[in-house]
């Protein structure tokens, strides 16, 4: 119940936001309001990369993985999809750029 959560309301509209808000004025390319909208424009797309690693794995980690080493497993995981977030976010910010010129 917890994962179905997290994937279908924490992740797209809670933490995904607040990502792309953050982002988008920590980089100065835009504003919060401007985070706000890329996250609704690739929101699709990020979901998509999201489901593709995080299902299989918990799944996995709870089954698999001793109790003991499940943390340890969860925060290679994740810094795995921060690359993967990193890597789409950036992606669209260059190419929205392109678009510009």
């Not at 953050?22 to 979901?47: I, N, S, Y």
């Not at 969860?74 to 910010?93: G, K, M, Q």
Request: glycine residues 4%.
């Amino acid at each position: 119940q917890k994962v179905v959560a997290d994937a279908t309301v924490h992740v797209p509209f809670i933490y995904l936001p607040l990502y792309y808000m953050f982002e988008d004025t920590a980089l100065g390319v835009g504003t919060p309001v401007t985070g706000f909208q890329r996250w609704g424009d690739e929101l699709k797309d990020t979901m998509m990369a999201y489901w593709k690693i995080f299902p299989a794995f918990h799944l996995m980690n709870f089954t698999l993985t001793p109790p003991e080493l499940r943390i340890a497993v969860v925060a290679c995981v994740s810094f795995v999809w921060l690359i993967v977030l990193s890597y789409l976010s950036h992606y669209n910010i260059e190419k929205h750029k392109e678009d510009e010129e």
